[in-house]
């Protein structure tokens, strides 16, 4: 099963994500949540908490600092970027604007 | 006066941006509001009609290499004259366009046209007694990308919530990093006193206003009415009202909002 949620800001896309990957992580799934906002919000409402959220790293960010030598197969993008939440949810975070663009 | 509005999404940048140039609209400045929000939400907190969704298509022509650009003539000011919808209390509003289902592509020449009025309203004597507001969409992408360079000062609103803060905090950042602007904090649906004192902490600097949790700003929302016609008296309506004042008053004596006022 594989999931897409959308919607305007503020409206809960990141807390319903959060609490069904949860939930069915609690059902015994393995669940991927995958934050692809450039503003990533998601490990707030798996329960990594402020401090956590805040640290990990985006997958783009991770690549072009050089982390890895080759082009990395999604799994081990997965296995080097993401981070485990609660309840085994693997969460991984696309990307993360963090810098202004200098041009 | 040149402002940009960001931070999260559902923080209530449009209300306070669309109710911010109501009321220094009101208090006889000339306001322009800069809408780069492909979606919709400024149009109702200004409480304007139904626009074009390629307001500036007009304004650009294709040059022999292929890129948009103004059409002779068309400068930052004559843009704003032609190009711009006028709504309650004469606020004018620019924005570069709504996609429909076919996506970006036809409002290209309106996003070219806007980025580049954008990039010339600072320079533009004509306009230089112009209040300018930017409402800027959600999260830290335009305000990383240089999309408000206009902007004197941002107005972050954050909403006493981790997921606001943390935005908050990331978008003042990047806000101070280009060094052409300062940047103040408006807390918004504020509950209580430890609202405002959360906010300030985590965000790292004293907000400069709190707005209130106010029921009247949704249910003017679902009514399709802005704010300030709904409800002109709403807590959260005069609380942009002393945000006005508080931006206007001279430059070295802006002050934050007691805590007593935090906590009505």
């Known amino acids: ?103 | 006066m040149r402002l940009a509005v960001a931070g999260k999404g559902g923080s209530g940048k449009s209300f306070v941006a669309g109710t911010l140039a109501r009321v220094l609209a009101r208090q006889g400045r000339r306001v322009l509001v800069l809408d780069s929000d492909p979606m919709p939400g400024l149009g109702i907190s200004l409480g304007m009609g139904p626009m074009a969704d390629d307001m500036l298509a007009g304004a650009v022509e294709r040059g022999e290499d292929d890129r948009w650009r103004l059409r002779k003539g068309i400068g930052a000011a004559r843009a704003v004259q032609q190009f711009s919808a006028t709504g309650p209390d004469g606020v004018r509003l620019l924005q570069f366009g709504k996609p429909d289902h076919d996506g970006l592509g036809p409002i290209m020449g309106s996003l070219n046209g806007f980025t580049q009025v954008v990039h010339r309203l600072a320079r533009d004597g004509v306009l230089a007694g112009w209040t300018i507001i930017g409402d800027l969409p959600a999260g830290p992408r335009q305000t990383a990308y240089n999309w408000a360079p206009y902007a004197e000062r941002f107005l972050v609103v954050v909403e006493p919530t981790w997921q606001s803060v943390l935005t908050g905090r990331r978008v003042s950042r990047l806000a101070a990093a280009r060094g052409t602007a300062g940047v103040a904090v408006v807390v918004n649906k504020v509950r209580d006193a430890a609202d405002v004192e959360f906010v300030g902490a985590e965000v790292g600097m004293a907000p400069l206003a709190a707005v209130p949790a106010d029921p009247t700003v949704r249910d003017a929302d679902r009514s399709g009415v802005a704010p300030i016609d709904a409800a002109p008296g709403a807590p959260a309506v005069v609380a942009v009202r002393d945000l006005a004042d508080r931006l206007t008053e001279p430059a070295g004596t802006v002050a934050g909002p007691n805590s007593e006022g935090a906590a009505t």
Do not use: C, Y
Request: no cysteine; glycine share 14%; hydrophobic share 40%.
């Open chain 1, 1 to 103: 099963m594989k999931i897409a949620v959308a919607g305007k800001g503020g409206s809960g896309k990141t807390t319903i994500s959060g609490t069904l990957a949860r939930l069915w992580a609690r059902d015994g799934r393995d669940v991927l949540a995958l934050d692809a906002d450039t503003n990533p919000m998601l490990g707030i409402t798996l329960g990594l908490g402020p401090e956590e959220t805040d640290l990990v790293l985006g997958v783009r960010q991770g690549l072009d600092t050089g982390e890895t030598e080759h082009a990395p197969s999604v799994d081990e993008m997965i296995e080097t970027f993401g981070r485990d939440a609660p309840d085994d949810v693997r969460l991984v975070v696309a990307s993360r604007i963090d810098q202004i663009d200098p041009g």
